[in-house]
């Protein structure tokens, strides 16, 4: 079964939790993303994706200039180790619910594995048997 590190998304994105919300989503749009690692110092002290924008920023009527991106983080970040299977990681994305998954090497962050990539591996399994 195919690992994780041949479909993750490498370049891994991040932004301060003291940030503006407005700052996050003009990352993620100049960078074409879903999701930035938030880090406070050096360490990564959650996830903000479109989702959290929308739910907790655009729900509660938040003001995206004025709201840091440390107020709206998930602080759950899932973790999957890089040599993982896909499989592995499917089930893990299908039973929590996730949009992304977090790939490390070791302790070290290396990629995002978002249900975007998944589609990649779909695509290369049916492609074997068809």
């Known amino acids: 079964m ?3 590190n041949e479909y993750m998304v490498k370049a891994v994105k991040d932004i301060d939790a003291s940030a ?10 100049s960078f074409g993303i879903g999701s930035l690692l938030v880090k406070k110092d050096t360490d990564y002290v959650g996830i903000v994706t479109e989702q959290e924008i929308t739910r907790q920023l655009v ?9 840091k991106v440390g107020d709206i983080l998930n ?3 899932d973790y999957i180790d890089q040599e993982e299977t896909m499989s592995h990681a499917i089930a893990i994305m299908r039973e929590k619910r996730l949009w992304y998954l977090v790939v490390r090497d070791g302790k070290t962050v290396v990629g995002i ?3 975007k990539d998944l589609l ?6 049916f492609q074997l048997i068809l």
Not at 20 to 29: H, I, T
Not at 59 to 67: C, G, I
Not at 120 to 125: I, L, R
């Open 120 to 125: 990649a591996f779909y695509e290369k399994w």
């Open 20 to 29: 503006s919300v407005r700052d996050a989503a003009e990352k993620l749009d």
């Open 2 to 4: 195919d690992p994780v």
């Open 75 to 77: 602080p759950d970040i």
């Open 113 to 115: 594995l978002s249900v």
């Open 59 to 67: 729900a509660k009527n938040l003001d995206p200039n004025n709201t």
